[in-house]
């Protein structure tokens, strides 16, 4: 599947592992959370449509209510999720969104 970036420092993060973006700085002092950013793309990369992400369970694909987008998970029990939008032939990824509130972290 083809994988657009939206976002040039989301494309730095992955091909560098590194960005200069003030939105993304902190991430990129989390080596843990870059690999899995980059191992999360990859297998974007590498299945032929968005429906196969279901199988990777450790991704919880999901389709976004009320957004037109959808999301995965980038590292399982962490609060960071990829957010993008589905096409015919791929994805374009919008944003890395750190959301303290997600999933069973609730307060």
């Given at each position: ?9 989301l ?16 991430l ?68 890395i ?11």
């Amino acid at each position: 599947m083809e994988v657009v970036f939206m976002d040039d420092a989301l494309r730095e993060l992955y091909e560098m592992g590194t960005t200069k973006d003030g939105q993304y700085k902190k991430l990129c002092r989390d080596r843990r959370f870059i690999a899995a950013y980059v191992q999360v793309v990859d297998t974007m990369q590498s299945v032929d449509n968005v429906r196969d992400l279901k199988k990777f369970s450790s991704l919880h694909y999901e389709k976004l209510r009320y957004r037109q987008e959808s999301s995965v998970r980038i590292i399982t029990n962490r609060v960071g999720r990829l957010l993008f939008t589905e096409h015919e032939n791929g994805v374009e990824i919008r944003l890395i969104e750190i959301n303290s509130t997600h999933y069973e972290n609730k307060r």
